[in-house]
């Protein structure tokens, strides 16, 4: 009779999920932070995350949290690096934030006023910088 209670035991903890993490199958997260933050602040983008210092690594959570990121809207590329570390895994949010326009400068607008050609620009300054656009706005000016 012993013998079926102790086989129910432990099929009963190989089931439950924080025994398995507790197991070590699952790692914990030890280290989380971010790589190619230039204008965004990291203390902006730590609340936005699933995963979380302290919990079971979880890819899902990882993929949702890069969703998450693109949706700010302040990154064109987002990948995510998982590497051991003492007792756990660092996951790293590698980014590449958005170029912005800081100025746009017409020179050497002799012959035509420069608001003429601003009108004519779709793009601004603090807008996304967007290379294939470049084209676009110099056929606007010519």
Known sequence: MKNIAIGIAIVLIALNPLTKAQTGDTP???ELGFEGLERVSEQLLLPKLEIKVGKPYNQRAVARD?????????????SADKSPVANGVAVTYIVAEKQLISKVR???????KERNIR???????????????????RQAIL
Do not use: P, T
Not at 106 to 112: F, L, M, S, T, V
Not at 120 to 125: A, C, D, N, V
């Open 28 to 30: 914990i997260v030890r």
């Open 66 to 78: 890069i969703v998450r990121l693109y949706d700010l809207g302040h990154f064109v590329q987002i």
């Open 106 to 112: 017409i020179i050497g607008a002799d012959k035509i």
């Open 119 to 137: 009108s004519e620009l779709s793009m601004r300054e603090g807008d996304s910088f967007i290379l294939d656009a470049c084209s676009e706005e």
